[in-house]
């Protein structure tokens, strides 16, 4: 049997959408609830839900995907339309988060199938703490990162919050803490949260100790309050 060349292309264009399907299929996230109390699990993308203790939410997220974000809010009331509000994390009164929570919250962050086909991820207390967390692959040979110190119960008078520990930049909301210059350094604020979380993000450029890699395809696990 002999190919022709439109053939051969509609063969190479098969073969090679095939095997780029096989590497950025969409990841999957468990979060899951470990805290004594409920929380109201909120994720961009994903949107929202209420998990009480034990419960789990899983969703799933296309290969490629950048700029998200897992986190829990707190003390959360809403309506049957799904409008309310919540203490920590609250994302414009909407139980289906469409963009990210107000502060303190504790942050799982990632970006999918990015350079080298690596998934980045990390834990972040740049806009502050309100729950122990952890984030780590299921599947692969990656390493996965925590941060479950009570901050909360040992913050600075002023970063103190309703239900959560403030990081200085939502405070004082200066270049010294927020990095608004791109041309910052620790602090003793900073110092507080790397010390007790210590591959978490402390402040903006904090990026040395505190992203992690896997391959992409592999699928995660978030939990609150580990």
């Known amino acids: 049997m002999t190919l022709t060349n439109q053939s051969i292309f509609i063969f190479i264009f098969i073969f090679f959408s095939s095997s780029l399907f096989a590497i950025s299929h969409a990841a999957t996230f468990e979060i899951k609830n470990q805290c004594s109390y409920t929380v109201w699990a909120a994720a961009v993308p994903g949107g929202g839900k209420q998990l009480k203790q034990g419960q789990n939410w899983i969703i799933n997220v296309p290969a490629g995907t950048k700029q998200a974000r897992i986190w829990g809010r707190t003390n959360c009331n809403f309506d049957g339309n799904g409008h309310g509000r919540c203490q920590t994390g609250d994302c ?8 990210y929570g107000s502060p303190p919250n504790t942050l799982a962050e990632y970006a999918l199938n990015q350079y080298n086909n690596l998934d980045f991820f990390d834990i972040s207390l ?8 952890d984030f780590s692959p299921t599947t692969g040979q990656c390493r996965g990162i925590r941060c479950a110190t009570n901050i909360n119960g040992q913050c600075p008078s002023e970063l103190r919050a309703p239900g959560g520990c403030n990081n200085p930049c ?9 990095c608004n210059s ?9 110092q507080f949260f790397k ?9 903006p450029k904090d990026d040395q100790t505190s992203t ?4 992409g395809g ?8 580990p």
């Open 195 to 203: 010390t007790r979380c210590p591959n978490a993000y402390s402040y």
């Open 182 to 190: 791109g041309n910052c350094r620790p602090t003793n604020y900073s």
């Open 92 to 99: 414009n009164g909407l139980l289906q988060c469409q963009a």
């Open 212 to 215: 992690f890699t896997c391959p």
């Open 218 to 225: 592999t699928n995660y696990r978030v939990v609150f309050c």
């Open 126 to 133: 740049v806009d502050g703490f309100n729950m122990g967390m």
């Open 170 to 178: 939502t405070v004082y909301k200066t270049d010294q803490y927020c």
